[in-house]
T-cell receptor
Framework: AQSVTQPDIHITVSEGASLELRCNYSYGATPYLFWYVQSPGQGLQLLLKYFSGDTLVQGIKGFEAEFKRSQSSFNLRKPSVHWSDAAEYFCAVTAGGSYIPTFGRGTSLIVHP | DAGVIQSPRHEVTEMGQEVTLRCKPISGHNSLFWYRQTMMRGLELLIYFNNNVPIDDSGMPEDRFSAKMPNASFSTLKIQPSEPRDSAVYFC???????????????FGEGSRLTVL
């Protein structure tokens, strides 16, 4: 069964600083990978996804993520964080043939002014 | 376009009472998921429906929990009797094809926050 690890429970950055949120997965073949964002009191919203092809994918709100097969990682990045980016971020993986995503525990992003 | 609609947004009840949470998926979506979110356990899949049929209910905690999808536009999650440990945010999500592999996206509702006293 696939699994997802987000090693950082909390990340604190200053507004305008760059951001990288880590995600590692465990699955034998190439998975389908996703990043979701959850603002307080809201449901999850898709930021970006990777299925195949270019390993650097662009998403909404200026986010991008890079799939690295050798490291089993799919880290989320943003060059300059805005205060409105403060939220919970979830990495998810769906293994080929499975219709059910497995979610990581989430990383809480705190943005200081 | 309307997103996934959940009701109630907040529910406070006493232990032993029956709780019913409701979900209206996005029109045309044929897969529906119920998740539970807690600080301790994170986001847990409870049950997954495809074309109104329960496909995977292995995440349903116990017999106190039941879920139905009588038609393509409505689903319920019922807890009877409720217990304090059921306190959580319950999310409904829908997807437009047989599996997320095709679309890559689940569309989540805003959740129902349940507090059992």
């Amino acid at each position: 069964a696939q699994s997802v690890t987000q090693p950082d429970i909390h990340i604190t950055v200053s507004e305008g600083a760059s951001l990288e949120l880590r995600c590692n997965y465990s699955y034998g073949a190439t998975p389908y990978l996703f990043w979701y964002v959850q603002s307080p009191g809201q449901g999850l919203q898709l930021l970006l996804k990777y299925f195949s092809g270019d390993t650097l994918v662009q998403g909404i709100k200026g986010f991008e993520a890079e799939f690295k097969r050798s490291q089993s990682s799919f880290n989320l990045r943003k060059p300059s964080v805005h205060w409105s980016d403060a939220a919970e971020y979830f990495c998810a993986v769906t293994a080929g043939g499975s219709y059910i995503p497995t979610f990581g525990r989430g990383t809480s992003l705190i943005v200081h002014p | 376009d309307a997103g996934v609609i959940q009701s109630p947004r907040h529910e406070v009840t006493e232990m032993g009472q029956e709780v019913t949470l409701r979900c209206k998926p996005i029109s045309g979506h044929n897969s529906l998921f119920w998740y539970r979110q807690t600080m301790m356990r994170g986001l847990e899949l409870l049950i997954y429906f495809n074309n109104n049929v329960p496909i995977d209910d292995s995440g349903m905690p116990e017999d106190r929990f039941s879920a139905k999808m009588p038609n393509a536009s409505f689903s319920t999650l019922k807890i009877q009797p409720s217990e304090p440990r059921d306190s959580a945010v319950y999310f409904c999500a829908s997807s437009p094809v047989a599996g997320v592999v095709d679309t890559g996206e689940l569309f989540f509702g805003e959740g129902s926050r349940l507090t059992v006293l």
